[in-house]
């Protein structure tokens, strides 16, 4: 090239980056402005608004209000990202754009999208580099404190964080992790064994074999694989209330099963829930426990070996305080839920849903599972004893009136798998009247849950949007999505594991949808009832925890049941 071309070239890339240079700078104020006056227009309305709206009207207009000031606050970022690509260079960009992103970073903090708000705090990371960020770390540090009290004291409590699972759930982990100290615990001992002539008791804990201490999991699986390869094995054991005690024998013959002690069998959960480890808080009352922000459930054990669950919402910089009044007793089949104020968010996809709004519950306990098809027919053949017309009434009917529950003149027959269904097709006068047999059958005052307990049980501390987490799967909940053999049915109550609460409560999300006790809106010329939960034959829409459908108390639908719940009395 000739040097008149070489210096034109030249000329040209000059102006083109000093035109870059103006147009970056342009935009730079341009973005800055319009980032600072949204950031400011939020911060004033965040103090005027309520964090609480007071009805669905104002609900919806103060989520109107924060998608429009979001956009703008969005418009201005998206300006200042222009201007750091023409001009890459230029530290006041970068440091105005990496304000914008930790802004709206904050925002999703504030409105509960997490996932969210880890993106915006990976792009300030990335805007600034790695040695700015260090500047950012206090704005990041998302930590709050815990505190629990029990009455009475001395529960010993055990803390596990709600992480997002391979499959999407939320998964209790203990925290923090750290090597487990995990005794065996026998759970049966064999008949004319070894073990059972040498007085092993189920219960017993095995705290060494061979010569070996369990630590860990892992290495009890090992160490067991490599000492049933052994002719004579020395076992120490532990019984509680008593010494430790050793007997020998032959591995073959030891005649023993035993798991890794934890409390899972005593929730009655698929998930794990080892006691012993880090994780370990010790006795309440229990204060200063810092954990970073995010969904935990404390893990309460009493001095009689019951286990409860209590889900907690940990905020930046704030102390979560628990204050648990333990029941004093808990039939089986129900788990106990601890009063206290739960945020339940308006959830936009709900049918019906409700504006976001501090429910404040009492100590109650609920149903694992939904009173089943033989509990009915266990009411049924009682009320015919004395009323046959009566009895009849009570047989529930699907949508061709005909009966799907037979009421045979002699001992019932009932097919099984319809057994272990849960009871539908029933209307919430005859549920009130079977709660009313069952109180005075049981010598306790069974209700059903109201509306803000039923949803507090399926939603814990953390408002999630289904009983299980955030996302939602097919095969979590028994809908019309998942078909068995090609038919739609309803499955065996509490056999869906995945459909399992914060509380460790099943088939809230699917199988038949639930009666409460509360009304669905005042003042109306017919009472309706609020019915909550999916169901075997409904769209997936319902399996959304703030859900709800309006029936007449009198009307029935052959996909509605219920389960039954009570108050908690104290110790």
Not at 33 to 52: D, M, Q, Y
Not at 214 to 238: K, N, Y
Not at 407 to 416: A, F, K, R, S, Y
Request: net charge negative; glycine share 10%; proline share 7%.
């Amino acid at each position: 090239a000739s040097p008149d071309v070489a210096i034109a070239r030249r000329e040209f890339e000059v102006g083109t980056r000093e035109g870059a240079a103006r147009d970056s700078a342009r935009l730079r104020e341009e973005g800055a402005a319009s980032v600072a006056s949204a950031g400011e227009a939020l911060r004033l309305f965040r103090e005027a608004s309520p964090e609480v709206p007071s009805d669905e009207i104002e609900a919806r207009r103060r989520e109107r209000d924060l998608a429009r000031l979001g956009r703008e606050l969005r418009a201005g970022t998206e300006i200042l990202s222009r201007s750091v690509a023409l001009d890459p260079d230029q530290e006041n960009g970068r440091a105005a754009l990496a304000a914008a992103y930790a802004l709206l970073h904050e925002e999703a903090l504030r409105e509960g999208r997490p996932d969210e708000a880890s993106i915006y705090e990976g792009l300030v990371r990335t805007t600034v580099g790695e040695a700015a960020f260090a500047g950012y770390a206090e704005r990041f540090r998302r930590v709050g404190r815990l505190r629990v009290e029990t009455d009475p004291p001395g529960a010993i409590a055990f803390l596990f964080r709600l992480e997002e699972g391979a499959d999407s759930r939320l998964v209790p982990v203990p925290w923090p992790s750290g090597p487990e100290r995990v005794p065996l615990v026998v759970e049966q001992v064999v008949a004319g064994s070894e073990a059972e002539r040498l007085g092993v008791r189920v219960g017993d804990r095995v705290l060494a074999a061979g010569g070996v201490e369990f630590e860990g999991i892992d290495q009890l699986r090992h160490s067991l694989a490599r000492l049933l390869g052994r002719g004579a094995l020395r076992v120490r054991l532990r019984r509680e209330g008593g010494p430790d005690f050793e007997i020998e024998t032959s591995a073959a013959k030891l005649g023993i099963a035993a798991r890794g002690e934890d409390a899972s069998s005593g929730l009655k959960s698929a998930f794990a829930w080892p006691v012993s480890g880090p994780h370990r808080l010790g006795a309440t009352p229990i204060s200063g426990v810092e954990c970073p922000e995010g969904s935990w459930v404390v893990l309460l054990r009493d001095a009689a070996g019951r286990c409860f669950r209590v889900p907690a919402r940990v905020a930046r910089d704030e102390e979560t305080r628990l204050d648990v009044a333990l029941p004093a007793e808990v039939p089986d089949g129900f788990l106990f839920v601890a009063g206290g104020e739960y945020d339940l968010p308006r959830d936009a996809a709900a049918p019906a849903g409700r504006a976001t709004r501090r429910a404040r519950v009492a100590n109650f306990l609920i149903a694992a599972r939904e009173v089943t098809t033989a509990e009915w027919l266990e009411y049924v053949l009682d009320v015919r004893k004395t009323d046959s017309a009566a009895a009849e009434a009570l047989l529930p009917y699907d949508p061709a009136k005909r009966s799907i529950l037979p009421l045979p003149e002699g001992p019932p027959t009932l097919d099984p798998r319809r057994a272990a269904w849960p009871i539908q097709g029933v209307t919430r006068i005859q549920v009130e009247g079977y709660l009313a047999w069952r109180s005075a059958r049981d010598g306790r005052a069974w209700r059903l849950p109201t509306e803000d307990e039923w949803e507090v049980a399926a939603r814990g501390a953390d408002g999630r949007t289904f009983p299980w987490g955030n996302l939602f799967h097919e095969s979590f909940a028994r809908t019309r999505m998942t078909p068995v053999d090609g038919w739609f049915a309803p499955a065996p109550v509490g056999t869906i594991l995945r459909d399992e609460s914060p509380f460790g409560v099943y088939d809230l999300g699917g199988n038949a949808s639930e009666w409460t006790s509360s009304a669905f809106a005042e003042g109306g010329r017919m009472p309706l009832g609020v019915v909550k939960g999916g169901a075997w034959g409904w769209d997936p829409l319902y399996v959304r925890s703030a859900a709800r459908i309006d029936l007449g108390l009198d009307q029935r639908d052959h996909h509605i049941g219920f389960r039954m719940a009570a108050d908690a009395k104290g110790p």
